[in-house]
């Protein structure tokens, strides 16, 4: 059993080692915020699917990785931003834009995980997660 300090981090790599390998889904430890980040994935159009399963007693998300036409990746790249080490918090007028807004942020905000342009809209800032684009 491994024990990764920064579980959002190792969600992001795994999905962005996945998507360089050409595999058609990736597994990963589920958690809620995980789950948050997934749902968001797909309601921006990065992934096909995804979904929370239970193998020999641990909860498991499975992420289904989506690809255009001539096979190429829905996300170029994932960057994570907030760090265990190094948070970083943004107010609601100081959410960057990412690609100057061709990618998508999410941050966790009061009001729960978002994009930068759901907290924009709401009118609430927080920390940025990481950088999709």
């Known amino acids: 059993m491994s024990l990764t ?47 929370a399963t239970e193998e020999e007693g641990r909860k498991v ?5 989506k690809y255009g036409n001539n096979n190429e990746a829905a996300i170029s790249n994932v960057e994570r931003v907030s760090r265990p080490g190094c948070r970083v918090y943004v107010g609601r007028n100081e959410i960057p834009r990412v690609l100057g807004g061709l990618g ?21 800032g927080g920390e940025v997660l990481c950088d999709i684009w």
Not at 104 to 124: F, S
Request: zero cysteines; a positive charge; aromatic letters at 6%.
């Open 5 to 51: 300090t920064d579980p959002v981090a190792d969600f992001l790599s795994r999905i962005r080692n996945a998507m360089r390998a050409r595999h058609a889904k990736v597994d990963a430890p589920a958690s809620s915020l995980k789950l948050e980040i997934a749902r968001i994935l797909k309601e921006e159009g990065y992934i096909a699917n995804f979904k």
């Open 104 to 124: 998508i942020n999410i941050l966790t905000t009061p009001k729960g995980v978002m994009t930068g342009r759901q907290a924009r809209k709401e009118g609430v």
């Open 61 to 65: 998300l499975r992420v289904y990785l």
